[in-house]
């Protein structure tokens, strides 16, 4: 595993925990606590975790959603994010939004030659940036942080204006047949909408828990999603309105 690799995992586990202990890091991850403690440092120094004695905490609030069992949600995120790896092609221009799931999708991407990643995820950049591929380029979309950990307003959705892309990862907060991918956040909306007609592809990455869940504002429409990617614990009923109103549903054996 790339030490950019790992220190995404640490810091979805982080910001999906409320924090880690060094000691049980280095044991999921299966490498030493100086390793563990050492991939911390680097999160720290790049304002994403604040170092406290034996591990870190959590410096932002994710809004990726709701459900009931983070733990095994980490291995059905990395399930999904490793089948959405499989869609993208090299040289291809990429958008990848901000989220745990498709933070954990940068992370498998990095082997991945001659790709153009807009983003409007600082963490989502880190991962890019620390893999140091001169066959890559990286570009922020700016814009104001949220509490999502996503650059929004004015100056990203004058970015996503003059944009076209391939493709476009994002995660949502919840989804229904009615309301379609939606999010708390009406300033991610907006941006995110915009960044959504920018692609010529659109890719959801959604576990199971998400289904039923509804934001107040609508980033996409069922309609307009041509991949929905989730896991193999989606109810019978949701697989059938998904398949009814995405373009393909795929399924990964979390």
């Known amino acids: 595993m790339y030490p950019q690799q790992r220190q995404a995992t640490i810091l979805e586990v982080i910001n999906r925990d409320g924090g880690a202990r060094i000691t049980d890091l280095g044991r999921s991850l299966g490498v030493s606590g100086v390793t563990a403690r050492r991939d911390i440092e680097v999160l720290a120094g790049r304002g994403l975790v604040a170092r406290v004695r034996g591990g870190a905490v959590a410096l932002t609030r994710s809004l990726d959603g709701p459900g009931r069992h983070p733990r095994r949600r980490q291995r059905e995120k990395l399930a999904i994010a490793r089948a959405a790896a499989g869609l993208v092609r090299p040289g291809e221009a990429i958008g990848i939004l901000a989220g745990t799931t498709t933070l954990l999708l ?75 991918c939606t999010t708390p956040d ?47 614990g989606l109810s019978r009923s949701a697989r059938a309105a998904l398949r009814e109103h995405v373009g393909e549903l795929m399924l990964a054996a979390g």
């Open 186 to 232: 009406l300033a991610e909306a907006q941006t995110h909408g915009m960044l959504v007609r920018a692609a010529r592809r659109v890719v959801v990455l959604a576990d199971h828990s998400k289904w039923g869940v509804t934001g107040v504002a609508t980033v996409a429409p069922l309609a307009g999603v041509d991949v929905l990617v989730s896991d193999d």
């Open 106 to 180: 940068a992370a498998e991407l990095l082997d991945v030659p001659g790709l153009t990643v807009l983003t409007n995820s600082i963490p989502v950049a880190d991962v890019f940036h620390g893999a140091g591929r001169p066959d890559r380029t990286v570009v922020l979309t700016g814009g104001t942080r949220s509490a999502t950990d996503a650059l929004v307003g004015p100056v990203a959705r004058h970015t996503a204006a003059g944009i076209n892309l391939d493709v476009l990862f994002l995660g949502t907060y919840g989804m229904t047949a009615r309301a379609g």
